[in-house]
């Protein structure tokens, strides 16, 4: 992620591809190695919500609370600061590094409980849009394409199987020796997509004009070669 989140610059000329689908479909992986590749800035919309939710349960702010979540989402005294080549970017909340807090598990289920609402969402939707800056944006998350970049000239929607979802996060967590039980994880991501499909703000969905891809049984390395192809032709 870029490491300014200044909204000065406008949106209009840079190009911007947004990378949209649910948890563990591989789309954080793809929205990296394009950014890389491509030298882009990358918006890792995901950590914004983590971010609140992080915030939210640190400061004792109940999650039944839109009014109070919101003035906090939009009050976030967060950093982002690029990593190192082959590094992930660290984040700071009010100075403290949360980089492994804000990847966890269970802050993804916070994240997921606190997009819920509109105020959260309108509260993150400028600092968001701030991130669309020269030489060109990599946007992931569940609504770039429809509601926060709804003009961007390339839309990728991608999925997998939730069983596939579901193993993939087991490989990662493992390798980062965090024992966890495949069937709950399997049982949190059907929850966490129940909520993210069927809530009344933003909901997870493809935009109309989205390419639909489906990484089941497919290599990142073969989703990023169909998307930079796709990229390459549309953009440059
Ligand atoms: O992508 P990631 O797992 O980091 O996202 C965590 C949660 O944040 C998602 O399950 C979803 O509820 C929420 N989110 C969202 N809109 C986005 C990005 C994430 O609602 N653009």
């Not at 990728?156 to 193993?167: F, K, V």
Request: aromatic share 4%.
């Amino acid at each position: 992620m870029s490491s300014s989140t200044s909204t000065s610059s406008s949106s209009a000329a840079v190009p911007i591809v947004t990378i949209d689908g649910p948890s563990g479909s591989g789309k954080g992986s793809l929205c990296q190695m394009l950014a890389r590749e491509l030298d882009w800035h990358l918006l890792d919309s995901g950590a914004l919500y983590r971010i609140v939710g992080l915030a939210a349960e640190k400061q004792s702010v109940s999650f039944s609370d839109e009014a109070a979540l919101a003035k906090l989402a939009a009050n976030l005294n967060v950093e982002f600061r690029a990593g190192q080549s082959g590094e992930p970017s660290s984040v700071l909340l009010d100075a403290e590094d949360v980089s492994v807090a804000v990847r966890s598990e269970t802050t993804g289920t916070l994240a997921s409980k606190v997009a819920v609402y509109n105020g959260v969402r309108d509260a993150l939707k400028d600092l968001q849009r701030g991130f669309a800056k020269a030489p060109g944006l990599i946007a992931d998350g569940r609504d770039m394409g429809t509601v926060i970049f709804p003009a961007a000239p390339l839309k990728i929607y991608l999925t997998a199987s939730a069983e596939e979802r579901a193993n993939r996060r087991h490989k990662q967590l493992i390798n980062k020796g965090e024992s966890v039980n495949l069937a709950a994880l399997l049982e949190d991501i059907k929850e966490r997509d129940d909520r993210d499909m069927n809530r009344a703000v933003a909901p997870l969905k493809p935009a109309d004009d989205a390419i639909l891809l489906d990484s089941t049984g497919v290599s990142i390395e073969d989703v990023f070669q169909q998307v930079f192809d796709r990229l390459k032709r549309q953009l440059f």
